[in-house]
C-alpha cells in the first residue's frame, strides 16, 4: 500500500467540494492542512489524480505524490501527527 500526499488549488472559492472531501475520506487518511491531505491506497498516483477530476473543476489545480518514510514537520495537531507517525513513518 502506497501513501501519497495529495494538494489543490481549488479556484471557485464559493464551490461547494464536499463531494472531493467526501472521495478522500474513503482512503484512510489525515488532513493535515486546508488544502492537503495525506491518503493510503494501492492505486496508483495518476488513478488517484483522475478520480480526483471528476471532482474538481478543469481549471483547478491537483498534485498527487507518493511519499516516502523519510518525513517530517512541525506545528500540527497530535490526531494529526499520530497519524502520520503510524501510517507514514511505520514500515511499509
Known amino acids: ?48 489524480r483522475d478520480e480526483i477530476a471528476r471532482y474538481v473543476d478543469s481549471n483547478d489545480k491537483v498534485l498527487v505524490i507518493q511519499t516516502t518514510r523519510n518525513s517530517a514537520w512541525i506545528g500540527l495537531p497530535d490526531e494529526v501527527g499520530n497519524w502520520l507517525k503510524q501510517h507514514l513513518l511505520s514500515a511499509a
Not at 1 to 8: H, Q
Open 1 to 48: 500500500m502506497s501513501t501519497y500526499i495529495v494538494t489543490y488549488d481549488l479556484s471557485a472559492p464559493a464551490r461547494d467540494y464536499k463531494r472531493l472531501f467526501d472521495y478522500l475520506k474513503t482512503y484512510p487518511y489525515a488532513h493535515v492542512v486546508e488544502s492537503t491531505w495525506v491518503i493510503k491506497t494501492y492505486k496508483t498516483a495518476a488513478t488517484v
